[in-house]
T-cell receptor, first 113, second 116 residues
Framework: GQQLNQSPQSMFIQEGEDVSMNCTSS?????WLWYKQDPGEGPVLLIA?????ELTSNGRLTAQFGITRKDSFLNISASIPSDVGIYFC?????????????FGEGTQLTVNP | GAVVSQHPSWVICKSGTSVKIECRSL??????MFWYRQFPKQSLMLMAT?????????EQGVEKDKFLINHASLTLSTLTVTSAHPEDSSFYIC????????????FGEGSWLTVV
């Protein structure tokens, strides 16, 4: 099946620093999604990307859909303690597969005040 | 925004018993729902795709007789873990694809299952 490689696996940063994480795939997707998961809860959608090359912002978050359709990155600017959590990328194929998502392994973010 | 609710949030059951987890889309219709399991510090692993009015499609390696899925209405899918064993203890998460908005998928809050 499709594999998503997400990096880094974990990050330890100081409050106020910027953060960048990315995902690469062995095959193309036509939608990239970024989720944040807090402990014991389901993932919450942060940003959705639908077109190759698309750059989308949501507050301090910025994500881009790679031109090759095989990668995406997420940037968080001026991090704050509540940014702590696990961030997952997910690729989606809008076809007869029922829009199933393939998830990356996650990036555990720790923000030190 | 769209809400997907799971129930129960957590459950403890005895080994050998069955437990049912519900996934409801509260304010939209969802022909397709998905069930995932997640072990601590790991990513979400898709177990099966649930389609209203038809049989679920299971991922390779997932026992369909052990993880029974019923999608009886456009707002409800259930996952029943039959004859549960301690190794079935996990975080189970559902998601629902909103019919009216293309392929937007919303996740439930997850259900913790502990089998003792």
């Amino acid at each position: 099946g499709q594999q998503l490689n997400q990096s880094p696996q974990s990050m330890f940063i100081q409050e106020g620093e910027d953060v960048s994480m990315n995902c690469t795939s062995s095959s193309i997707f036509n939608t990239w999604l970024w989720y944040k998961q807090d402990p014991g809860e389901g993932p919450v959608l942060l940003i959705a990307l639908y077109k190759a090359g698309e750059l989308t912002s949501n507050g301090r978050l910025t994500a881009q859909f790679g031109i090759t359709r095989k990668d995406s990155f997420l940037n968080i600017s001026a991090s704050i303690p509540s940014d702590v959590g696990i961030y997952f990328c997910a690729g989606q194929l809008r076809e007869t597969s029922g829009s199933r998502l393939t998830f990356g392994e996650g990036t555990q973010l720790t923000v030190n005040p | 925004g769209a809400v997907v609710s799971q129930h129960p949030s957590w459950v403890i059951c005895k080994s050998g018993t069955s437990v049912k987890i519900e996934c409801r889309s509260l304010d939209f219709q969802a022909t397709t729902m998905f069930w995932y399991r997640q072990f601590p510090k790991q990513s979400l692993m898709l177990m099966a795709t649930s389609n209203e009015g038809s049989k679920a499609t299971y991922e390779q390696g997932v026992e369909k007789d052990k993880f029974l899925i019923n999608h009886a209405s456009l707002t409800l899918s259930t996952l029943t873990v039959t004859s549960a064993h301690p190794e079935d203890s996990s975080f189970y998460i559902c998601s629902a694809r909103r019919d009216s908005s293309g392929n937007t998928i919303y996740f439930g809050e997850g259900s913790w299952l502990t089998v003792v």
